[in-house]
């Protein structure tokens, strides 16, 4: 047996793939490139070049390399931002909706 030492309800998948983090706010709309690190049933992990606020809300878009895959995209809200390294950040978001 496979030993399961996260505590979650879902695995996590790794991911490690280019994506684009669409950031909306009451001022503006914006496009961030980051690195989609995992993904869950109901969350993700990016890495990006710029912290972002927790309880932001981000539509995250990872396109399908594989035509029997669908391309992702889901709404999310930011329920975590760490550094990662002295210009990234690690940020983890609960997903809300798929589209």
């Known amino acids: 047996m496979l030993g ?42 990016f890495e990006v070049d710029e912290s972002i606020e ?6 995250a878009l990872l396109e399908s390399t594989n035509s029997q895959i669908p391309s992702l995209n889901a709404k999310a809200k930011v329920v975590r931002c760490e550094p990662a390294s002295d210009s990234s950040y690690v940020v983890g978001v609960e997903i809300i909706e798929m589209r």
């Not at 927790?54 to 539509?59: F, I, K, N, R, S």
């Open 54 to 59: 927790l309880g932001t809300v981000v539509q």
């Open 4 to 45: 399961y030492d996260d505590k979650r309800d879902f695995f996590r998948m790794m991911v490690n793939s280019s994506c684009e983090l669409v950031i909306t706010d009451d001022e503006s709309s914006r496009s961030v490139s980051a690195i989609c690190k995992d993904l869950s049933a109901t969350g993700m992990s």
